[in-house]
C-alpha cells in the first residue's frame, strides 16, 4: 500500500457506474469470502450466486481455483505469487463493482496485509469481508482432494493450516460458522450482509 493515492489515467466509459447501477436495480459491490481450504467458500459462493439469480440480481463469482486455471495460471503458491495471486482477483473483482454487479469472491487469502491490500484495490464502500470460521478439523474432514494429507505428508509445501499460517480476519462484515450452520442459513445472512 502507497502513502498518496496513484493518479486514474483509465480510460472513461460513456456509461456511468450510476447509470449501470440503476439499470442492474442493485449497486455494485464486492463479497470477499475468506477462510481455510474446505471452510466452504466455493460451495457458499455458488449457492449465493444461485439464490440471487432467482432474485433477480446479476451477480458474478470468482472462485480462487478457477482464476488459477486461467488469468493466474503462471502464478506459484509462494508468499509472493500468492499476493499477485490476490491484486489481480481484486482488480477484477472492482471492475464487476464497477459495472453495478455484485461479485462473490471465494479465496483463502490467508494474511491480514494481502485482504488490506484487497481493500483498498477494490476500495472500502465497495468491500465486505465474509470470514468463513471452520476448524481445522473439520476443514480436513472435508478435503475432498486430499490436499490437507498431502500437505501433511509434505507433498505440498507453504500449505495454509498446516505449514502456512491463517490470519482470521479482525473486524468482518460477518463471519460464518460453516461447521454449524446450514447452507441455507449462510446464503441468507450473506443476502443480509448484501443490503
Not at 63 to 69: C, E, H, P, Q, T
Not at 109 to 127: C, H, I, K, N, W
Request: glycine share 8%; hydrophobic share 40%.
Amino acid at each position: 500500500m502507497s502513502g498518496s493515492a496513484k493518479p486514474d489515467n483509465r480510460q472513461k466509459g460513456l456509461v456511468s457506474r450510476e447509470q449501470r447501477e440503476s439499470l442492474n436495480a442493485q449497486r455494485g459491490q464486492v463479497l470477499w469470502l475468506t477462510g481455510l481450504s474446505g471452510a466452504g467458500k466455493s460451495t457458499l459462493a455458488y449457492a449465493l450466486e444461485a439464490r440471487l439469480y432467482q432474485l433477480g440480481r446479476r451477480c458474478v463469482v470468482l472462485d480462487g481455483d478457477n482464476l488459477r486455471s486461467g488469468l493466474c495460471a503462471d502464478l506459484g503458491f509462494t508468499p509472493a505469487a500468492r499476493h499477485e495471486n490476490l491484486r489481480r482477483a481484486a482488480e477484477v473483482a472492482k471492475l464487476f463493482a464497477e459495472t453495478g454487479m455484485i461479485c462473490i469472491a471465494a479465496f483463502i487469502s490467508p494474511t491480514y496485509l494481502d485482504r488490506a491490500m484487497v481493500r483498498e484495490v477494490v476500495g472500502p464502500d465497495d468491500f465486505s469481508e465474509v470470514y468463513l470460521d471452520c476448524s481445522l478439523q473439520v476443514c480436513e474432514a472435508r478435503d475432498v482432494k486430499g490436499l490437507y494429507q498431502r500437505a501433511r505428508a509434505g507433498e505440498i509445501a507453504d500449505f495454509t493450516g498446516i505449514t502456512s499460517p491463517y490470519e482470521p480476519p479482525l473486524q468482518p462484515a460477518l463471519t460464518l460458522m460453516t461447521s454449524s450452520l446450514s447452507i441455507e442459513d449462510c446464503v441468507q445472512q450473506l443476502i443480509e450482509c448484501l443490503g
